[in-house]
Nanobody
């Protein structure tokens, strides 16, 4: 069992940056692929990016955030991060972290956090 809690969301101006954190409970954190998803009002949840298990040597991102976002993980702290730069209005959404066998599909993740709101203003 893994419990996830996101933090770091908030209100930011377009062009600004935020770093989201996701703290996980449990001793098996490093064995999970960690993903980030987001859901904007009236839209389906969409994949943002993911980092591979163990050392996190593989990372992949949605085209919409590629070049602006970086995912990292600190297994000693049971935490995964999403650094977001050059934020755009369309990045406004609730951001979720997830743990599982994971790829770009949300159904491949078993555990989910409650989400953190990111609002980008003009």
């Amino acid at each position: 069992q893994v419990q996830l809690v996101e933090s770091g969301g908030g209100l930011v101006q377009a062009g600004g940056s935020l770093r989201l954190s996701c703290a996980a409970s449990g001793r098996t954190f490093s064995s999970y692929v960690m993903g980030w998803f987001r859901q904007a009002p009236g839209k389906d949840r969409e994949f943002v990016g993911a980092i591979s298990r163990w050392s996190g040597g593989s990372r992949y991102y949605a085209d919409s955030v590629k070049g602006r976002c970086t995912i990292s993980r600190d297994n000693a702290k049971n935490t995964v991060y999403l650094q977001m730069n050059s934020l755009k209005l369309e990045d406004t959404a609730v951001y979720y972290c997830a743990a599982g066998a994971g790829d770009t599909r949300d159904r491949t993740y078993t555990y989910w956090g409650p989400g953190t709101q990111v609002t980008v203003s003009s």
